[in-house]
């Protein structure tokens, strides 16, 4: 069987070329250690690209900075609508740059371009999308309950959904 290798276009080698560095609490951080792998085609066993390697620090560290985002960050404040409609422009962005998804996606993986194309960034659209329209129907209930001990008063219970993350 032979496989046909894809010719990244100019964007995406030149991508594929820079230094990359990790993401931790919105911004572009080297690993602590110091440390790079090689990201490998899986087609071609070709190095595409290095990475860096984050340890236990760097998990720690993208942990307090989820938390704190989490419980200072804009995300928590937004109304459901919001965030759905936040969710839904990611959507429309990723659609809009499917053949680059497409590229990195097949050079990352090994597979063909055709099935990047037609099915993996189309379904994470897809994906993006439910979620968005998911985030304004998600509800609580409201429970009428008795309280043994207080005949005649009136209670209820209630359950509220919040969003972590």
Do not use: C
Request: charged share 25%; hydrophobic share 40%; aromatic share 10%.
């Amino acid at each position: 069987m032979t496989v046909t290798m894809i010719e990244p276009s100019r964007e995406i080698q030149s991508f594929l070329n820079q230094k990359h560095k990790l993401l931790i609490g919105g911004k572009r951080v080297d690993a602590i250690n110091g440390e790079i792998f090689e990201v490998q085609n899986p087609a071609n066993n070709s190095v595409i690209a290095y990475a860096p390697k984050g340890g236990k620090e760097d998990i720690n560290r993208a942990v307090q900075a989820a938390r704190d985002a989490f419980e200072n960050g804009p995300w928590g404040k937004f109304t459901v609508s919001e965030r759905g409609k936040l969710l839904w422009k990611l959507a429309d962005l990723i659609e809009t740059l499917t053949e680059e998804f497409a590229q990195l996606e097949t050079l990352d993986n090994g597979k063909p371009l055709t099935i990047s194309r037609a099915a993996d960034i189309p379904l994470t659209v897809d994906h993006f999308r439910y979620y968005a329209g998911l985030a304004t129907k998600i509800h609580g209930e409201t429970l009428d309950i008795s309280v043994p001990y207080a005949p005649g008063a009136s209670f209820f219970d209630f359950t509220l959904r919040e969003p972590i993350g």
